[in-house]
């Protein structure tokens, strides 16, 4: 185990910055998820970590070694990719083995290594077939297995479940954090999908055009998003976001949009005087509107005070069912606003209705460049 230390981090291909000085503490045992849309650098910098990708600038510690110059085989650490590449003419025992084989293990002390990785993993009735013979979440196992037996300082992910269907990605997630927690490792994994950030990582690290945007636990950055980019990557479906002003009526502090007027919670008025008349993004996530009118006829403690002046109107343009809760996509003005409702509702497209906003929840940003939370306690 082995905290992982990036200092001015910076990769360049030719004229383009892959990676732009970055700064990034991982603490020994932590599981850290690097998530980003494609092209942010997330799995550039997992390859400078492992020894793959030569660093332009900057630093790597692992541990108390700085490894800038170490070959991969050097840095004692695991790294598990989205292609499984096991070896198809060996058997899954011989795949698990191999790494140890190469560091000079003798087969005495290999089988009792290969023998607690794969029970470890569920495989033990797998270890003599061949890659060929096993499914895809088993394949991954092995990939895995062949990490594990090395008991490595850390252990880095490249999207290693990409390949797998949706039921299978969901039951890997699952044990890959049991896996972190008996193991208590250092793990890096580096994903585009939110979902697998918020679900797997103690901490999650937001990248964008090669540069950390934000870091923190899932619900840190869930509840509170330093700028808009975060905020509409982190969550899903994503946050919805209105063009607005704030201003300040005789009855109190309003947030104005193109279609509708909405009041904001006394407690946040006196923090958020700085932007009176200035243009803000207002974000609301859609888990955080609610119908007026079922709010009305539960008494609902969601949001015991069910406000009209805090309603907006709009017509449903399309239902989607999920089961458990249903998304909404209902037209506000000249804006498609994304809400996540109770199922047992009786909607139909082309309907109208009315939403109440939870504004305690209300998130603004300003509306200039670079984007950033407007904060308030």
Known sequence: MAKITLSKLTKRFGEYEAVKGIDLTIADGEFAVLVGPSGCGKSTTLRMIAGLEEITSGEITIGDTVVNDLAPKHRDIAMVFQEYALYPHMTVRKNLAFGLKMRGYKKGEQAPLVQEAANMLGISELLERKPRELSGGQRQR?????????????????????????????????????????????????????????????????????????????????????????????????????????????EGVYVEAASFRVPVPERLCGPYQCVLGREVIFGIRPEDIHSFELLQQQQSAILPECRADSMICGEVEVIEPLGPEMLVLVKCGDQTTVVRLDPRLDLEVGQDINLQLDMEKMHLFDAAHPHARIEAP
């Open 142 to 250: 092995v990939a895995l297995g062949r990490a594990i037996v090395r008991k490595p300082k850390a252990f880095l992910f490249d999207e290693p479940l990409s390949n797998l269907d949706a039921k299978l990605r969901v039951q890997m997630r699952a044990e890959l954090s049991r896996l972190h927690r008996r193991l208590a490792t250092t793990m890096i994994y580096v994903t585009h999908d939110q979902v697998e950030a918020m679900t797997m990582g103690t901490k999650i690290v937001i990248m964008k055009d090669g540069l950390i945007q934000q870091v923190g636990s899932p619900m840190e950055v869930y509840r509170r998003p330093l700028n808009q980019f975060v905020a509409g990557f982190i969550g899903s479906p994503a946050m919805n976001f209105f063009k607005a002003m704030l201003v300040q009526r005789a």
